[in-house]
């Protein structure tokens, strides 16, 4: 029995009639495959039509994962208390033989198969699966990747009709030439709050040899969602391959003088800031979590591989945060995730307002004071809770940007984490290789709740990509060396940092200050302002940021605060410096000479300014050089 007759068995004749329109065998194979060894009850085929969707979402609410709220189109989703985040440790590689590569968690191939293989024989028994079809990427352009999600999940594939273009028309067109990415996922067996059960069964499997993403008890998106952090693994090793950039990057266009747009990446590991940034007003967005750098005819193009923002809603508050605030309280369509829920209205932490002191949240029946297992306080949201929603609600998105098939010349990229002693708030990298390397590469930021562990420890986090890297890091940091060869002029590096804080823990910087940074570093990429040259790359002048704060934010910049933030601070330089050395020579193994290079002469530069201006170097001490 070939494939096709499988799945005619397998399937209604509705369903079997969409998936018979796809013409690719190898789809048909791997459909007939899995379809047989989950066992679902029922199957049901997602095209690309409204009233698939509208099933799919109607089956989230039917099956209790997604309940209502008040305001039309917002549902509520809850994960299991302790399913709240990425589960790093049972996400793992799968390669050949168990190979070790430093950073990376990897498991052997055929081992890690059967182990999934078991976990998810006859899983879906007395559940609905959802085959669903979508696009990485614009549609039709360079930056496509077609993907397939098999889950029994109604929240998943709803997130994921949110947050990514729908790709079963793009099957149809492509036919049996489509190469395309596989996501299998279980939640698993479900409690009576429809939340995953079996906790100590959790895996997420990445088998790189066969661009498929096997994930099983678990809801968590950042666990679940196939075309998000799965499928991230996916493309970082497809990239690498074939020279080009997969990254943990927003997208967005800072607005210069006279109309001018320029586009910016900037990677920021989890809860560092991505969202935020790319949500700033004054500017406009076109992606918050994922990009794809592609260089064509020369120039580096940028493309948002989602068209959703699954956004971390803590803290999200009428002031710093007035887009998503607005849209969080429109009728769109919108799933809140792990946020405390009374009377029909969601609720999260530091949201400015007044919450209720009881609910319903992601422990279950929720009142001030309550306790978990280990003892610790529940507050009224989860720190990951977050917002499911659609960038095309955004009044600020760049449409046009975010639909162009060639993508956007990207000008700049940023990098920055979480970190609250060394970097200064914003510097520009001297050229590409000294930002890649004393940027992206010696990237580290303090943990965070994004992922399960401990939170507030300085982790070596290159690029903000560790969780998902796919290829050994050498590989990847020789494929952004080499990325500028294939540019005739390549985009300018930045870091930033917003989290510098002072000896009493207290934030250097708000929240909005961002909003001048990112103004500076737009004037920067057309040469319009001068900067100040530091052994760490070029850092704003003061007069330049005073009058950007008195237009963007219509504040005063004191020359005090000025001199506070961006100090060099030369011990904690140098510290780092050989952190990262260290980490590159001792762990890493097999990295480009030159990342050794670059770094030795940074610190050759820290010397020497210790030597004239001793270990705090007021920004000044610079200028008359
Ligand atoms: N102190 C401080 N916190 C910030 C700043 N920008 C963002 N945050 C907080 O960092 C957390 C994560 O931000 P988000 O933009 O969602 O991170 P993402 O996961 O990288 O998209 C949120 O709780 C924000 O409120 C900032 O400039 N300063
Ligand atoms: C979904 C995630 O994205 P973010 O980078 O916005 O935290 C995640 O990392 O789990
Ligand atoms: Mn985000």
Request: hydrophobic residues 35%.
């Amino acid at each position: 029995m070939n494939a096709l007759e499988k799945l005619e068995k397998l399937l209604d004749r509705e369903q079997f009639e969409k998936i018979k329109a796809l013409n690719n065998p190898e789809l048909h194979e791997f459909l007939a495959e899995w379809i047989e060894w989950l066992e679902p009850d029922k199957v049901f085929v997602c095209t690309d039509s409204p009233e698939d969707e509208a099933y799919v979402k109607w089956k989230a609410l039917y099956y209790g994962e997604e309940r209502m709220l008040e305001t039309p189109n917002h549902t509520v989703h809850y994960d299991n208390y302790y399913d709240q985040a990425r589960d790093k440790a049972n996400t793992k590689l799968l390669v050949p033989g168990g190979k070790e590569i430093p950073f990376l968690n990897t498991k052997d191939r055929d081992e890690g198969l059967k182990e999934i293989r078991e976990l998810m024989k006859g899983v879906m028994k007395g559940k609905e699966l959802f085959v669903c079809f979508f696009a990485l990427g614009p549609r039709n352009s360079v930056f496509t990747i077609p993907a397939v999600q098999l889950t029994d999940s109604a929240y998943v594939a709803h997130s994921e009709f949110i947050l990514y273009r729908k790709g079963y028309e793009e099957f149809k067109r492509l036919g049996r030439n489509a190469k395309f990415f596989r996501f299998v996922h279980s939640a698993g067996e479900l409690d009576e709050r429809k939340t995953s059960k079996n906790l100590d069964k959790r895996r997420i499997y990445i088998d790189l040899l066969d661009d498929t993403v096997y994930s099983v008890n678990t809801q968590y998106g950042g666990n679940t969602i196939g075309l998000k952090k799965l499928a991230f693994r996916l493309t970082i090793q497809k990239a690498v391959k074939e020279g080009w950039l997969s990254e943990h990057m927003f997208l967005m266009r800072v607005n210069g003088p006279n109309g001018r747009k320029t586009y910016f990446t900037g990677a920021y590991p989890s809860m560092c800031g991505k969202t935020s940034t790319a949500m700033i007003p004054w500017e406009n967005i076109v992606g918050d979590d994922l990009s794809f750098i592609v260089p064509v005819n020369g120039v580096a193009r940028g493309a948002n591989v989602e068209k959703g923002v699954f956004g971390i809603i803590q803290g999200v508050n009428p002031e710093d945060d007035p887009i998503i605030w607005k849209v969080l309280h429109s009728p769109v369509e919108i799933i809140f995730s792990n946020v405390l829920v009374k009377d029909g209205k969601p609720y999260w932490n530091e949201m400015g307002i007044e919450i209720p002191e009881e609910g319903e949240n992601h422990s279950g029946r929720w009142w001030r004071g309550k306790k978990d297992k280990e003892g610790n306080e529940i507050p009224p949201s989860h720190k990951n809770a977050r917002f499911t929603v659609s960038l095309e609600h955004f009044p600020n998105v760049d449409l046009e940007a975010l639909e162009n098939p060639c993508g956007v010349e990207v000008g700049g990229m940023i990098f920055g984490g979480r970190d609250k002693d060394t970097w200064p708030p914003v510097r520009e990298a001297f050229d590409w290789k000294h930002g890649v390397i004393t940027m992206g590469a010696s990237l580290e930021s303090e943990t965070t709740a994004a992922t399960l562990g401990k939170e507030g420890v300085r982790a070596f986090n290159p690029m903000a990509i560790l969780d998902f890297m796919s290829v050994p890091l050498g590989e990847y940091i020789r494929n952004y060396l080499d990325f500028e060869k294939k540019l005739r002029k390549a985009p300018k590096i930045f870091a930033v940092n917003y989290f510098l804080r002072d000896e009493n823990g207290n934030w250097l910087n708000h929240k909005l200050d961002k909003a001048v940074w990112l103004k500076w570093m737009e004037l920067r990429v057309h040469g319009d302002v001068d900067a100040i040259e530091t052994p760490i790359g070029y850092i704003p002048k003061y007069e330049d940021l005073a009058r950007l704060f008195r237009e963007v934010l219509d504040k005063d910049y004191t020359r005090e605060d000025y001199e506070k933030q961006f100090t060099i601070r030369v011990p904690e330089l140098l510290a780092k410096i050989e952190r990262i050395e260290t980490i590159y020579r001792e762990k890493v193994g097999e990295v480009p000479e030159e990342l050794f290079q670059v770094l030795e002469e940074e610190r050759k530069r820290l010397l020497e300014a210790r030597e004239k201006y001793g270990d705090y170097i007021s920004p000044s001490a610079f200028e008359g050089e």
